[in-house]
């Protein structure tokens, strides 16, 4: 079973950078897509960035275009998101997930594994 540990989440300025690092454990169908999804307080959650194919093919939100890049670590087993330019509305809880057959890579419900995420503040 697929375990997935997000971890890089922080209280940042605006403009600022993170970068974010989910640790995968018990998953090896890294063919199909693996994520990272973001929800704030109300809203529903969306899709970020994800990557098919090991990497692959990558897939851009609307927010994350142009500031984000996603991207596959397979010597130490990572899925990470380089996040610049921080604005007030990328404020959210933060999740990694990864699927278990084919999907649309930023469609939440592609995803059956999920990390329990990690905040990401910009103070405004």
């Known amino acids: 079973q697929a375990q997935l540990l997000e971890s890089g989440g922080d209280t940042v300025e605006i403009g600022g950078s993170l970068r974010l690092s989910c640790q995968l454990s018990?998953?090896?169908?890294?063919?199909?897509?693996m994520g990272w999804f973001r929800q704030s307080p109300g809203k529903k959650r969306e899709g970020v960035a994800a990557i098919y194919d090991g990497g692959r093919h990558t897939f851009y939100g609307n927010a994350a275009q142009d500031r984000f890049t996603i991207s596959r670590d397979k010597n130490k087993n990572t899925l990470d998101l380089q996040m610049n330019n921080l604005q007030p509305e990328d404020t959210a809880m933060y999740f990694c997930a990864v699927a278990h057959s084919e999907g649309v890579c930023l469609l939440e419900h592609t995803y059956t594994s999920w990390g329990q995420g990690t905040q990401v503040n910009v103070a405004s």
């Open positions: 018990g998953y090896s169908r890294s063919r199909y897509c």
